[in-house]
């Protein structure tokens, strides 16, 4: 009785949460948009040029052997990356590998794991957005 | 206008490949290590490094590895607790102690029955096998750390450790 319900209900959630038209990947977008508000009242919108300088800075906080985010997936985002481990990693860039960014639960874990591998704590939302906004642009 | 033969060349080595193979398992050979199969196992224990073969480590340190992902080797690699499930039935499933036992029979010598080992690296008989291996090879950039199998081992994606 009750899972004959949670079905429809389900379905009726992903169909409110899910305007007609978005990919997932613009529903990511709009989430994270949401959350930096949240964040920040001034937030004015994500830059892929912001995202691009994001993926290429070099920062201290995380693991001293992946400082950037191209230690593993490598300078060009439409090019492979490389674990420290030496396992090949596919593009990051859109154009390159059109299936990436289209399983949240995919993008979320990856995020919590390398921001805190490289930057030693979780990423923003702002950063997030302008870090994808980057690889889709590319 | 070279291309259409690599494939045949490829399939040519696959196939010699193969038969070698074949030999040495029927052989009771010690390099061949059947590859993850399980696509959930693959995606969440191949991404930062090569998806180690279950029969390469006893069920019970599949156990205890599987018991605390959120610090593996320094590494985040926790998953949800049905994933976990899942993947933890199938490491322990085909173990070197388990369903992986023909293959692995003298990877676990040397390891005490109440020891649980979390690396492949440091089993004694990986160690011995390894013992010639020079130091500036482990150090090389396209190596660095031992448990990148794949710089030497070119075939162990595909389960294979047969010495060049």
């Known amino acids: 009785m009750s899972s004959k319900l949670a079905f429809p209900l389900g379905v009726a959630a992903m169909l409110l949460s899910t305007s007609?038209?978005?990919?997932?990947?613009?529903?990511?977008?709009a989430q994270?948009?949401?959350?930096a508000r949240a964040e920040a009242p001034a937030f004015s919108g994500f830059s892929s040029a912001r995202g691009e300088a994001f993926h290429t800075r070099k920062f201290s906080g995380g693991k001293p052997d992946s400082p950037a985010c191209t230690s593993c997936h490598g300078d060009s985002p439409r090019s492979a990356g490389r674990t420290l481990t030496g396992k090949s990693i596919d593009p990051v860039a859109v154009s390159a590998a059109p299936r990436r960014y289209t399983d949240p639960a995919k993008v979320e874990k990856w995020?919590?794991?390398n921001c805190n591998e490289v930057l030693g704590r979780a990423c923003t939302a702002q950063e997030k957005g302008d870090w994808l906004s980057f690889m889709i642009s590319q | 206008m070279n291309i259409p033969y690599r494939p045949l060349t490829l399939t040519l080595v696959g196939l010699a490949?193969?038969?070698i193979v074949l030999q040495r398992v029927e052989a009771?050979?010690?390099d061949y290590f059947p590859p993850v199969i399980?696509?959930?196992?693959?995606?969440e224990c191949g991404s930062c490094h090569l998806a180690f073969a279950p029969s390469m480590l006893p069920a019970r340190s599949w156990k205890r590895m599987m018991a605390d992902l959120k610090n593996h080797f320094g590494d985040d690699a926790s998953v949800d607790a049905a994933t976990a499930a899942r993947i933890s039935a199938y490491l322990t499933t085909n173990a070197a102690d388990t369903g992986g036992k023909r293959y692995s029979s003298k990877l676990l010598r040397g390891i005490a029955p109440n020891s649980a080992p979390l690396r492949i690296t440091e089993l004694p008989r990986?160690?011995?096998k390894h013992r010639e291996v020079p130091n500036w090879e482990w150090k090389h950039k396209d190596v660095r750390s031992k448990a990148n199998c794949v710089a030497c081992h070119t075939g162990a994606e595909q389960g294979f450790y047969e010495d060049d």
């Open chain 1, 20 to 29: 007609p038209f978005a990919g997932p990947r613009e529903d990511l977008l």
């Open chain 2, 28 to 30: 009771g050979g010690d």
């Open chain 2, 126 to 128: 990986w160690v011995d």
């Open chain 2, 38 to 43: 399980d696509p959930v196992v693959k995606e």
């Open chain 2, 17 to 19: 490949f193969s038969a």
């Open chain 1, 32 to 35: 994270y948009a949401t959350a």
């Open chain 1, 111 to 113: 995020f919590k794991r």
